[in-house]
């Protein structure tokens, strides 16, 4: 195995996880992380952009490497044995050690203990995605086995609760790994991105004219109905879309229909203004009838 001395989160280590196959990446590449896809991470080797870390992601990071070196003394207790944290290589493939012996012989792996974890007796129970990263780690270091560590501890470093188990590497699941790295960089070399889904924005739609209604004391009434019927005639004939097609046709016709609408309700409102200016002629006629059919 080549060691590398590379710090996290810096360009030469973003450049080195770019080149290599790493071990926290062979669970998604074999389809069976809970976290990403293996299109993702298809898309994530291919343009070299990881998604950005968000302010809650940052916080369980930072507590789960608070978690780590905490837990690392007590590994070291019963490893009997000092333990380095690196980052390692064999050939493309690639791994980040919580922490190797000297004699590279042991490795050890963290994780913040959680429910998947904390019913979990031997190291077959444990979830195939965290067997797989650790089969990975053997792979590139050629170490025996791997300590496997789950803690939890409070905010004063005051440790809640702790799961040790051994891994010992499975020959089936190593074969696995090797296999689907062989596969993900041919899959790799074709991938292609993409394309960039365009977004359907609608037409404007020009709205039909509003219709007005005046009544002046001689009863003259002045009204556009000639102009609306046109701008409708115009618009139903010309420009609705009676048979839509594309999205943009769908997009468009939502818009039409809303502006429609909005011309019948000025057609109900020029009504009511209408009858509302004549509504001293209305009472004077009804008046007139009462007065008829009384005098009768």
Known sequence: MITHNLQQKTPEWHAFRASHFNASDAPAMLGISPYKTRNDLLMEYRTGVTPEIDPEQQKRFDEGHRFEALARPLA????????????GSEGKLAASF???????????????????????????????????QMEQQLMVSGAEKCLFMATKWDTSDQLIDAITLWYSSDPELRQRIFDGWAQFEKDL?????????????????????????QVSGQIDVRENFKVFEAALRDFLENKLIREPQTDQDFADLDLQIKAMKKAEETLNAAESMMLAQIQSVDEAKRQKDMLEAGSG
């Open 98 to 132: 919580d922490g190797l012996t000297m004699m590279e012989d042991i490795c050890f792996e963290h994780k913040s203990l959680n429910n998947d974890i904390r019913g979990c007796k031997t190291d077959e129970d444990l979830p195939l995605h965290y067997r797989v």
């Open 189 to 213: 070399a074709e991938y292609e991105l993409p394309e960039a889904q365009s977004t359907v924005v609608a037409d404007q739609v020009q709205e039909l004219p509003a219709v007005s209604v």
């Open 76 to 87: 070291e207790k019963l490893i009997e044995e000092e333990l380095y944290p690196v980052t």
